[in-house]
């Protein structure tokens, strides 16, 4: 989440402003991951970013919730049914990733970059 929310901040710079600056990078290593999801969603305001950063945070708060939990993940992945469990929510986790770093790069040069 840490390095995933950072690009997504930093795309969303470059497309707010064309360019990403030094200060930029010293705002977003300021902001923690879920922090960074709120700034990018409320300076883009792009319905479908806004979307996939909710399910993003949604995930990772479930993930820190499981992370919590008696035994946490190696309770959880103790198990066939855990692991099965543990393998839907990464693979939902990383279809919210993906949509939101095509939703906020929006194709720009730099979300191309990002990507290559």
């Known amino acids: 989440m840490t390095c995933f ?11 707010l402003q064309k ?6 990078g010293l705002q977003m290593i300021g902001l923690t ?20 950063l909710s399910e993003m945070k949604h995930l990772y708060t479930q993930f ?24 839907t929510k990464a693979g939902e986790f990383g279809k919210a990733v993906h949509d939101a770093l095509n939703s906020v790069g929006g194709g720009t040069p730099f979300h191309r970059m990002m990507t290559v």
Do not use: H, N
């Open 5 to 15: 929310s950072g690009l997504l901040f930093l795309l969303a710079k470059f497309r």
């Open 19 to 24: 360019t990403v600056t030094k200060e930029d």
């Open 33 to 52: 991951p879920v922090a960074r999801l709120d700034w990018i969603a409320q300076e883009l305001r792009l319905d479908e970013a806004t979307r996939s």
């Open 64 to 87: 820190q919730q499981s992370r919590s939990q008696d035994g946490g993940l190696e309770t959880l992945l103790s198990t066939p049914s855990g692991r099965g469990q543990a393998r």
